[in-house]
Nanobody, 129 residues
Framework: VQLQASGGGLVQAGGSLRLSCAVSGRSLSSYNMGWFRQAPGKEREFVGAISRSGGTIFIVDSVKGRFIISRDNDKNTVYLQMNSLKHEDTAVYYC???????????????????????WGRGTLVTVSS
């Protein structure tokens, strides 16, 4: 399975971006999905995750109320809508796939990159202050 994140770019603080993660090689409905980000010089950080059906969604507290995760299984695409962006949201954003259902329900597991089997290349989001 291949994942391709897109939609990043340069935006002013307070602005919005919508990232997309297109999945190919297998139906998106087979996978629980996650979003991570990595700022320069920092470790990869969990942003959120969404179950296969989209019925269960987790968002990290630092972006709760600003970021929204959704998916369209018919389009094989997962989205990360980012609103009210802040300078500290600047990072490369990655989508990931393949975490098991039991691990998805564990805070520690779903926040850990190695819990996911497949990764996309990432898309850079730069928020100017």
């Amino acid at each position: 399975v291949q994942l391709q994140a897109s939609g990043g770019g340069l935006v002013q603080a307070g602005g919005s971006l919508r990232l997309s993660c297109a999945v190919s090689g297998r139906s998106l409905s087979s996978y629980n999905m996650g979003w991570f980000r990595q700022a320069p010089g920092k470790e990869r950080e969990f942003v959120g995750a969404i179950s296969r059906s989209g019925g269960t969604i987790f968002i990290v507290d630092s972006v709760k109320g600003r970021f929204i995760i959704s998916r369209d299984n018919d389009k094989n695409t997962v989205y990360l809508q980012m609103n009210s962006l802040k300078h500290e949201d600047t990072a490369v954003y990655y989508c990931a796939a393949g975490i098991s259902q039991s691990m998805l329900l564990s805070l520690r597991a779903r926040s850990t990159p190695r819990s996911y089997h497949y990764w996309g290349r990432g898309t850079l989001v730069t928020v100017s202050s």
